[in-house]
């Protein structure tokens, strides 16, 4: 079986999303002939474009929800998408924090690790820009010794 998390930056330009989601679908065909077991907190950008391919190549989906008001802290546009992935996930796994805060997002983050064997990381490999960023996700990782793959297609940026 192969458990694989998620992290990644939100927010990214059209053209960048849709390398990365090319990039996603090609890493996770590559493990798709194992038991492959996806976890991501869903969230708008690389969490739900992961999620999102887990499934499309036969995965299991484990959904970390970091906080009580996380969904409601989510873009409004992405509840639709949100919904969807939540209903068809195998597993949800609830934390205790109320606010959907930089803290909550990076035990999120944590909880997510807990039950990984590997991390992908849609990663210009630059600093978080705040607490729980991609960055810290990563460092967590690297602390671990567990497997890292980055995702930053050529010519990708970051707003």
Same mark, same amino acid.
């Not at 590559?30 to 969490?47: F, K, M, Q, T």
């Not at 820009?129 to 990782?141: E, K, L």
């Given at each position: 079986?192969?458990?694989?998390?998620?992290?990644?930056?939100?927010?990214?330009?059209?053209?960048?999303?849709?390398?990365? !989601?090319?990039?996603?679908?090609?890493?996770?065909?590559?493990? #798709?002939?194992? !038991?492959?077991?996806?976890?991501?907190?869903?969230?708008?950008?690389?969490?739900?474009?992961?999620?999102?391919?887990?499934?499309?190549?036969?995965?299991?989906?484990?959904?970390?929800?970091?906080?009580?008001? =996380?969904?409601?802290?989510?873009?409004? *546009?992405?509840?639709?998408? =949100?919904?969807?992935?939540?209903?068809?996930? #195998?597993?949800?796994?609830?934390?205790?924090?109320?606010?959907?805060?930089? *803290?909550?997002?990076?035990?999120?983050?944590?909880?997510?690790?807990? !039950?990984?064997?590997?991390?992908?990381?849609?990663?210009?490999?630059?600093?978080?820009?705040? =607490?729980?960023?991609? #960055?810290?996700?990563?460092?967590?990782?690297?602390?671990?010794?567990?497997?890292?793959?980055?995702?930053?297609? *050529?010519?990708?940026?970051?707003?």
């Amino acid at each position: 079986m192969t458990r694989i998390a998620i992290t990644g930056h939100r927010g990214l330009p059209e053209r960048t999303t849709a390398a990365v !989601e090319t990039q996603l679908h090609a890493e996770l065909e590559n493990r #798709a002939g194992r !038991e492959l077991v996806g976890i991501s907190c869903i969230a708008d950008g690389p969490d739900a474009s992961f999620a999102r391919a887990v499934l499309d190549v036969g995965g299991s989906l484990v959904v970390v929800v970091p906080a009580q008001k =996380y969904r409601e802290s989510l873009p409004t *546009e992405h509840h639709a998408l =949100y919904d969807d992935l939540y209903s068809s996930a #195998a597993q949800v796994i609830t934390l205790d924090h109320v606010e959907s805060d930089s *803290e909550a997002h990076q035990a999120g983050s944590v909880r997510m690790l807990d !039950e990984a064997d590997e991390l992908i990381a849609v990663w210009d490999g630059k600093p978080a820009r705040g =607490y729980g960023g991609t #960055a810290d996700v990563v460092a967590v990782a690297r602390e671990r010794g567990m497997p890292i793959t980055v995702v930053w297609p *050529e010519g990708a940026s970051r707003d």
